[in-house]
């Protein structure tokens, strides 16, 4: 049953994602004037359709994406009647075209602004980051922080704290009688005591506590693995109204840290596993789905947010199968003051597309093969 709910969650996300992005197309298309012959969720066979005007609105079988029709819109084999018509979109001027090519990004990224929106109201205005991200330089909001307890550590394999006889695991307290607040504070310390001998107040899971001397090495080392004691919170409290639009442009610039971190580890270990991992199809998404669905109904619509400026962003790509290729083509047409061929410009955009869904399908793939991962990541 639980895995049924999580399908039908999925399609529901799908659906309302692609009906978003299409609503967008469809809204540009009729205020300039362009005539749109088929709205429709899903591809396949038809389950339902309905007529209004010029415009066929269709639910289809496959609830996997969904597209609008426009006339004009990437067809060479239109009758010289069709090219002639006046809702036709390459009738339309350049600005014209590009702002209907650009329509689906726009309401996938007002769909994410309105969604974080109500999580952030519902959340008091906080978004928690980890402190790895405290130099990000947040758009309409400050970093709070928020100390939970004392410097978490692990003995390392070998070096000064572990010659010292100090605790597997514990917490740092002090170093040579200085009280230690946070991961900053603790690396300045060491460094300021590189190659010298420092007295380290330190306390076991167990609430055991001891001074251990401690050679700090050359390179400012104390020999253990530390965390973070603190929570930090992107806070919007005094950006309420804005909040949205803010958060938006700090999700953009967090993920990509996140990616950049992810692309340097791989470099520098050869391990492009979570690199891998981070780029995820439909099977990724059921376990995000399977995992937020638990944390009630605002968490839900935090998600969904995220994968609507996921959607934006991806679309925005020079792919000429994609919303970002069509405008790129249109912005040069209209540099160069010449419309690319009719024919060569389709060859291109069908070519791009399946390349496209063949590197969706080897994303499935690797999800399948690599599941178990997938499912370690939400537990």
């Given at each position: 049953?639980?895995?049924?709910?999580?399908?039908?969650?999925?399609?529901?996300?799908?659906?309302?994602?692609?009906?978003?992005?299409?609503?967008?197309?469809?809204?540009?298309?009729?205020?300039?004037?362009?005539?749109?012959?088929?709205?429709?969720?899903?591809?396949?066979?038809?389950?339902?359709?309905?007529?209004?005007?010029?415009?066929?609105?269709?639910?289809?079988?496959?609830?996997?994406?969904?597209?609008?029709?426009?006339?004009?819109?990437?067809?060479?084999?239109?009758?010289?009647?069709?090219?002639?018509?006046?809702?036709?979109?390459?009738?339309?001027?350049?600005p014209a075209q590009m702002f209907?090519?650009?329509?689906?990004?726009?309401?996938?990224?007002?769909?994410?602004?309105?969604?974080?929106?109500?999580?952030?109201?519902?959340?008091?205005?906080?978004?928690?980051?980890?402190?790895?991200?405290?130099?990000?330089?947040?758009?309409?909001?400050?970093?709070?922080?928020?100390?939970?307890?004392?410097?978490?550590?692990?003995l390392a394999e070998d070096g000064?704290?572990?010659?010292?006889?100090?605790?597997?695991?514990?917490?740092?307290?002090?170093?040579?009688?200085?009280?230690?607040?946070?991961?900053?504070?603790?690396?300045?310390?060491?460094?300021?005591?590189?190659?010298?001998?420092?007295?380290?107040?330190?306390?076991?899971?167990?609430?055991?506590?001891?001074?251990?001397?401690?050679?700090?090495?050359?390179?400012?080392?104390?020999?253990?693995?530390?965390?973070?004691?603190?929570?930090?919170?992107?806070?919007?409290?005094?950006?309420?109204?804005?909040?949205?639009?803010?958060?938006?442009?700090?999700?953009?610039?967090?993920?990509?840290?996140?990616?950049?971190?992810?692309?340097?580890?791989?470099?520098?270990?050869?391990?492009?596993?979570?690199?891998?991992?981070?780029?995820?199809?439909?099977?990724?998404?059921?376990?995000?789905?399977?995992?937020?669905?638990?944390?009630?109904?605002?968490?839900?619509?935090?998600?969904?947010?995220?994968?609507?400026?996921?959607?934006?962003?991806?679309?925005?790509?020079?792919?000429?199968?994609?919303?970002?290729?069509?405008?790129?083509?249109?912005?040069?047409?209209?540099?160069?003051?010449?419309?690319?061929?009719?024919?060569v410009e389709a060859a291109i955009?069908?070519?791009?597309?399946?390349?496209?869904?063949?590197?969706?399908?080897?994303?499935?793939?690797?999800?399948?093969?690599?599941?178990?991962?997938?499912?370690?990541?939400?537990?």
């Amino acid at each position: 049953m639980s895995v049924i709910i999580n399908i039908l969650l999925l399609l529901v996300v799908i659906s309302v994602l692609t009906f978003i992005h299409e609503l967008g197309h469809f809204i540009a298309a009729k205020l300039v004037k362009a005539k749109v012959l088929e709205f429709s969720v899903g591809f396949g066979p038809k389950i339902y359709s309905k007529k209004k005007n010029e415009t066929d609105f269709s639910i289809r079988a496959l609830p996997f994406g969904g597209y609008v029709k426009i006339l004009g819109d990437g067809d060479p084999t239109e009758s010289k009647e069709n090219r002639k018509d006046k809702g036709n979109l390459k009738n339309k001027s350049k600005p014209a075209q590009m702002f209907v090519m650009l329509a689906g990004v726009t309401m996938n990224i007002l769909l994410a602004v309105g969604l974080y929106t109500l999580y952030l109201g519902n959340n008091n205005w906080q978004f928690a980051i980890g402190g790895e991200y405290d130099d990000i330089h947040p758009v309409g909001a400050v970093i709070v922080k928020e100390r939970v307890s004392d410097i978490p550590y692990m003995l390392a394999e070998d070096g000064g704290a572990k010659d010292s006889g100090m605790y597997e695991e514990g917490y740092i307290i002090s170093v040579n009688g200085e009280e230690i607040l946070d991961y900053d504070e603790l690396t300045n310390v060491l460094s300021s005591l590189k190659g010298k001998t420092a007295s380290v107040h330190a306390c076991d899971t167990d609430n055991n506590c001891d001074t251990f001397e401690v050679l700090i090495s050359e390179d400012g080392k104390l020999g253990v693995y530390t965390g973070y004691n603190y929570n930090s919170y992107l806070d919007y409290s005094k950006n309420k109204l804005f909040s949205g639009f803010s958060h938006s442009i700090n999700v953009v610039k967090l993920t990509g840290e996140a990616l950049s971190s992810l692309i340097s580890d791989a470099k520098k270990t050869g391990d492009y596993s979570e690199l891998s991992n981070a780029v995820s199809g439909p099977v990724g998404i059921y376990f995000i789905v399977d995992y937020f669905k638990t944390l009630g109904l605002i968490s839900f619509l935090g998600i969904l947010a995220d994968l609507s400026l996921s959607l934006a962003l991806i679309n925005i790509f020079p792919i000429p199968a994609l919303d970002g290729g069509r405008f790129f083509i249109l912005l040069i047409e209209s540099i160069v003051r010449k419309d690319l061929d009719e024919k060569v410009e389709a060859a291109i955009i069908n070519i791009s597309f399946i390349f496209l869904i063949l590197f969706i399908i080897l994303i499935m793939v690797k999800d399948i093969v690599n599941i178990n991962e997938l499912k370690s990541l939400f537990k």
